[in-house]
């Protein structure tokens, strides 16, 4: 049987427990900024990136490079078979392609199986998860990465943002989105759907009360969530509003395991500060 091992981008957002009780390989996004460039999250983390940001910073994100890959997958391959590289969606960002043009390079495509979440954050984690999960069942590559491309369809991805600012300062959105939301108090519900972000609803008024909205409506359909794990992922939140989200979570259906998250400095910058989102696997 071959021996097969998993890999994922660190924009995952999943723990450094859970990076090694699943042994995952990561590969790492780097941040610029005028002090230097960092790797994200081993030299930098989230609430790095917003108070340079809120200094007037305005930070680059830059993608793993292909170099970058080449040296995970080669590390990798000296004690697997083969390696299935889960990766942020290839709308949003150059990894799937550095890591293709890696396995090429490489001359291993036959080995090495690239998979687009499709999606970011602790949603690619879950895709990550799963397919760790499928490897210990003993599935073949192909099975795995068939599995994958449907089961992808199945993770929720959303957030709500106190404003459009640091997509703004990220050259994301307009600068007349950007005012109209700030004057307004227009809160933007974002969700990736087919590997893009889009716009799903917008809350209005007082800040609290839209992500407390926000909460309720993603857990009102709670029966179709998976209960084997559901993820609270943040930017830069207080305590007081991670406790409220995770209630509002816990109290809405039996999950066995509720994880609490901070989401990568490259995530962040894009996003901004008391950004929460739940993302979780659902059935139809």
């Not at 999606?119 to 069942?137: C, D, F, P, R, Y």
């Not at 994958?148 to 989105?177: G, I």
């Amino acid at each position: 049987m071959s021996k097969i091992t998993v890999t994922c981008d660190c924009t995952s957002d999943l723990s450094e427990e859970q990076m090694l009780e699943n042994n995952l390989g990561v590969v790492y996004c780097h941040i610029i900024t005028d002090s230097g460039r960092f790797c994200d999250p081993i030299e930098i983390s989230a609430r790095n990136v917003l108070a340079y940001m809120d200094a007037g910073g305005i930070p680059v994100t830059e993608s793993p490079i292909e170099e970058d890959f080449i040296t995970l997958f080669k590390d990798r391959l000296k004690e697997y078979d083969e390696v299935i590289h889960i990766s942020l969606s290839k709308d949003i960002s150059d990894s799937y392609d550095h890591a293709m043009l890696a396995a090429k390079h490489l001359g291993m495509e036959n080995r090495i199986h690239v998979v687009d979440s499709k999606t970011l954050s602790s949603a690619t984690g879950l895709i990550a998860l799963k397919a760790v999960e499928l490897v210990k069942e003993g599935k073949s590559s192909k099975e795995v990465v068939d599995y994958l491309n449907e089961f992808r369809n199945h993770v929720s991805c959303s957030f709500v943002m106190r404003n459009l600012r640091y997509l703004y300062k990220n050259n994301r959105v307009s600068a007349k989105a950007m005012k109209m939301c700030q004057k307004l108090s227009l809160h933007p519900v974002l969700e990736m759907r087919d590997g893009k972000f889009n716009l799903r609803s917008i809350m209005f008024g007082n800040y609290e009360k839209a992500q407390i909205k926000y909460l309720n409506r993603e857990m009102k359909n709670a029966e179709k969530i998976d209960k084997k794990a559901i993820f609270i992922t943040h930017a830069g939140c207080t305590v007081k509003e991670l406790e409220k989200a995770h209630d509002i979570v816990a109290s809405s259906g039996n999950f066995e395991n509720i994880f609490i998250t901070e989401a990568s400095a490259t995530v962040s910058c894009n996003c901004g500060p008391n950004t929460v989102g739940v993302l979780y696997v659902y059935h139809d």
